[in-house]
């Protein structure tokens, strides 16, 4: 039986988006970012259709853990890198490259005397001020980490830009200036373009790229879409209609009411809600495509169900299909509606929403 509400997954548009990046940074090694469950695609899903790329970036160990145990022999980097001795041992364990970002991790590690050494992305904070070391403190963590004899040498060098979506963002160019000033006079491979980096920043592409969401086909920059860049949407999220209804003037929608009719109006029940990952701040006129056209949304999305102003398609019927973003209708579109970023539509996709490859 098939969900009422599923996604596909459209794996040649994956494909089809790293030659874009390679388009884009021709000169660069991909490391592809497919941290969060691949941004909501399925993690093992992606990361089987990524030939061709350099390394996979995850956030935490579990997630490199998974490849390893999968069986995939890429270079697999953590990005939050580890807290602790027994994570450390695992990084090493399962040959996962790790982000060393404090002075707690660099402890560890000078007191790790195993056999097999680890494979660092040494981070300078040029500004985001989440994780990383500050210019002044740079030098001598760096010092300290040549003098490990478990790290392997040269190690690699990261920053990551904060405000990289913004094309005219005066933030973006001191952080890379910032960076290429501190580490120019040390060896070793080096990364700051994420998605906005390397469409708008040519000054950041370096010896790596890590491509976020571009990799799934969607814009980095607000009032923008993926096509506008070359790039095809990977996601698509369905469901169908399952009630009709007819309200009468003066009627309100939903919970709280916060949908009057003004007319005579034909509704329409969809089987989707923030259950499954729409989100509930889609406002009313939210764009849905029903039988491929679009219909307003009206009231508030329930956790199972939102309901569409049908008055523009009097034929639609229960078990017609519904689109709530996908050809036609951006993903980033609906963001704008909701008064948030594409990102967290593709993260927020539940477990009973049934994924489909396409």
């Known amino acids: 039986m098939t969900a009422a509400a599923y996604a596909l997954v459209n794996l040649a548009a994956v494909k089809h988006n790293i030659g874009k990046i390679r388009d884009y940074a021709p000169q660069a090694k991909i490391m592809a970012v497919i941290k969060a469950n691949a941004y909501g695609h399925g993690l093992l899903r992606i990361a089987e259709v990524l030939q061709g790329v350099d390394a996979i970036a995850v956030a935490r160990a579990d997630e490199g853990i998974r490849l390893r145990l999968s069986g995939f022999s890429i270079r697999i980097v953590i990005l939050e890198g580890f807290v602790c001795k027994q994570e450390l041992e695992d990084l090493i364990k399962y040959d996962l490259d790790v982000v060393v970002h404090s002075v707690g991790q660099v402890d560890i590690i000078e007191n790790y005397w195993g056999q097999k050494k680890l494979t660092v992305w040494l981070k300078l904070d040029t500004g985001m001020n989440r994780l990383g070391f500050k210019s002044t403190e740079f030098t001598p963590i760096y010092k300290r980490l040549m003098a490990c004899s478990s790290v392997k040498q040269p190690f690699f060098l990261m920053t990551h830009l904060s405000s990289a979506d ?64 070359g790039l095809k949407p990977v996601m698509s999220l369905h469901s169908r209609l399952i009630a009709i209804k007819n309200i009468g003037a003066g009627e309100v929608v939903g919970y709280a009411g916060t949908w009057v009719s003004n007319q005579q109006t034909r509704l329409g029940v969809v089987a989707i809600g923030y259950g499954d990952g729409f989100p509930r701040s889609a406002q009313t006129g939210t764009p849905v495509l029903v039988n491929g056209k679009r219909v307003p949304l009206v009231g508030r999305v329930s956790m199972d169900m939102i309901t569409v102003d049908l008055s523009s398609q009097m034929n639609a019927k229960a078990g017609d299909p519904v689109t709530l973003w996908g050809e036609g209708l951006e993903v980033e579109e609906i963001a704008r509606y909701s008064d948030t970023i594409p990102y967290t539509l593709l993260c927020g996709i539940t477990q009973r929403v049934e994924i489909k490859k396409v």
């Open 166 to 229: 913004d094309p005219h963002s005066a933030v973006t160019r001191q952080q890379v200036n910032l960076f290429k000033d501190t580490v120019k006079t040390y060896p070793g491979e080096k990364s700051i373009a994420n998605s906005a980096g390397i469409i708008a920043w040519d000054d950041s592409l370096t010896d790596w790229v890590r491509p976020g969401v571009m990799l799934y086909g969607v814009s980095p920059f607000s009032n923008s879409v993926g096509k506008d860049f």
